[in-house]
């Protein structure tokens, strides 16, 4: 699935589609999202995207 794009979404629709993209599976040996995101939330590294900010390419840039 896309990410929603912020001009024909909601806030809610872009932090679930966040939630649901970026699961905490509790097992952070076999995961490495607590890495890439450098020890941050998704939905903290995220919160430009979430607010309608910056598009979820750019945040995505920060943690390349």
Do not use: N, W
């Amino acid at each position: 699935m896309r990410p929603p794009e912020i001009e024909h979404s909601t806030r809610e629709e872009r932090q679930q589609y966040i939630r649901e993209t970026f699961p905490c599976i509790a097992d952070c040996d076999m995961c490495g999202l607590c890495v890439v995101f450098r020890g941050k939330d998704p939905e903290v590294a995220y919160k430009d995207y979430i607010d309608g900010i910056r598009g979820y390419m750019e945040v995505s840039g920060d943690y390349r």
